[in-house]
């Protein structure tokens, strides 16, 4: 390329296809992906391939960026080069004004090593064109404080030399070519002729760099200058130094040929001037056509790349509604799965509830059964007792009286003997007979009382399992004699709702049921360690529908219920009298 061979993009990709596998086969090879990037930039930029140029200098930037090189300016300084070639000056300002806050703030950065010296290097290429693009639009103002800009970041990168060679080469070149732009505006031609020789001497300070970047403006001033000072024969001399170059730009040989017009009309030649403009002309317009032609291929990139765009942004809207349907379809899929399974579990637990109902009610009717039953046997015994002691009993005593009298009544010792005999018998008879009376009329009393414990035994085990609750039940002896059957159930059910509501609120690991007799008094206690009733409600009277319940049962046999409550536990006391209920 140095010495203006051109290559084609794709023509270069693939010259350097093994250079980029192995770049790319090793995350370290950050630097030599780099090198990849701007020999493709470099390529598109001197041989005017506008849009690889672009493409490959935002790649060049990302690349740079991945290996910790920010470079801000990087895509900026082709952006503002191509709009200077097509002489669209009003952009080159307008890119230049975006980027000037940052470039202000250079000198200072590069003092302070806050930023390194290519940085710098691209915002003297900036200024350089934008200091063309003002003189262009006679802004002189702008000039000046632009160059005066450039100067400042280039002093900063001369105190850092020794640098980059090729760096150092740009930074005075560019600096030269500044001052020598200010003396044509200010129409100093001595200045100039300086300035001009400063910069033929660095190609001998330079002799190690490429130069062939350099000569092509070098020697379009050193024609400049000679044709203004009429000085024909170097002006050729060095429109043949210029002829002997590789075309490195487009519009190198339409310059060429316009220098050479204008070297023949100044020699008074007016037809071969002619001719070496309307050849300068006809480079130019091939020059624009190509350019055209590839705004044409850029317009038609762009074009299909918004249209890419368009078909993608569709797509992914067409995406994202599937997404937000299977979503939506999701949501309501679970939201029915749920549904369904809480109505399982409700009609699970309505289910249950009506078993335990069922079951409640069934061992209700058990135990009222089984208490009709002991009852009817209680009953039974005591009239059998009673019809043993009233018959039997009797029956034997009038035996007994009448042996009496026929002993009394008869002289004979050996009738007598076998009358006392006869008596004794009838007397122990009578007493067994007595004594079997009691003890059955006594019995049904003891088992229906052993009935009763056990009933509630069974109420409270299917209940309160032992896993969970330790349970104590105590009935004193005799202390349910005086009290019927239907007292009895009352009582039960009163039980029951005690422990359903012990199930429920209270939250207890310990139940104790006591019943006994005190001063013709039935007293029942229920207590448990849970957390207590709530003071509001129980305050306000409005306790749960099981303590009311136990309430209304209590009252119907006239008796009085007690409920004590507090973060210890509850107690409920039911007490009825039993001279109150025997009576009735």
Known sequence: MSEGTEF??????????????????????????????????????????????????????QELGKNGKIRPLLVDVFKIKAFNEQGLYDKVISTYNDKKEYIKHLPEQLRNNKTDNVNGMYAIDILAVAIEAYIKTRDTTAVYRTALLADQIGNMLKRKYP??????????????????????????????????????????????????FI????????????????????????????????????SQQPILDEYKAQLQAAQGNFQGGYTSLASALAHERKAKAVLMAEMDTLLYAYTEAE?????????????????????????????????????MIYRSRKARTQVEALNNVANMQIIAMEEAKHQAVREEQQRLGQDLHDGLSSSIA??????????????????????????????????????KSHEWFRAGDEQQEQSFEKQIKLLTDSSLPDSRYNKTIQIDNNSLISVDMDTRIALLRIIQEAITN??????????????????????????????????????????????????????????????????NGTEITVSIRLATWLAQ
Not at 313 to 325: A, D
């Open 307 to 343: 249209n890419a765009k368009v078909e993608l942004r569709k797509s992914e809207e067409i995406k994202q509604q599937r997404t937000n349907w299977l979503v939506l379809i999701s949501i309501a899929a679970s939201i029915f799965i749920l549904t369904i399974y809480l109505i």
């Open 398 to 435: 009038a035996i007994r009286y009448q042996l009496e009298i026929i002993m009394m009544d008869t002289n004979e010792s050996a009738l007598k003997n076998k009358l006392s005999m006869l008596l004794h018998e009838t007397e122990n008879a009578y007493k067994a007979a007595r004594n």
């Open 163 to 212: 640098i980059n060679r090729q760096h150092m080469l740009y930074n005075d070149f560019y600096a030269l070519v500044r001052h020598h732009d200010i003396a044509l505006l200010e129409k100093n031609q001595i200045k100039v002729g300086i300035l001009l020789d400063s910069l033929q001497t660095l190609k001998t300070t330079y002799n190690d760099q490429p130069m062939s």
């Open 8 to 61: 084609k993009t794709q023509e270069l990709v693939g010259l350097l296809s093994l250079y980029k596998d192995i770049a790319w086969g090793k995350k370290e090879y950050g630097s030599s992906r780099v090198k990849y990037f701007r020999a493709l930039v470099d390529n598109a930029e001197i041989f005017g391939q506008t849009g690889a140029a672009m493409y490959y200098n935002e790649k060049l930037s």
């Open 502 to 567: 012990i199930i429920k609120h209270a939250k207890a690991k310990n139940v104790s049921i006591l019943i006994y007799e005190e001063e013709d008094t039935l007293l029942l206690t229920i207590s448990d360690d849970g957390i207590g009733l709530d003071e509001k409600k129980s305050r306000n009277g409005n306790s749960t529908m099981g303590l009311q319940s136990i309430r209304r049962r209590v009252q119907s046999l006239n008796g009085e219920t007690k409920i004590h409550s507090d973060a």
């Open 215 to 250: 000569e092509v403006p070098l020697y379009q001033m050193k024609m400049d200058y000679f044709l203004v000072l009429k000085n024909l024969d170097s002006a050729r001399f060095y429109i043949k130094k210029l002829a002997s170059l590789p075309n490195f730009f487009k």
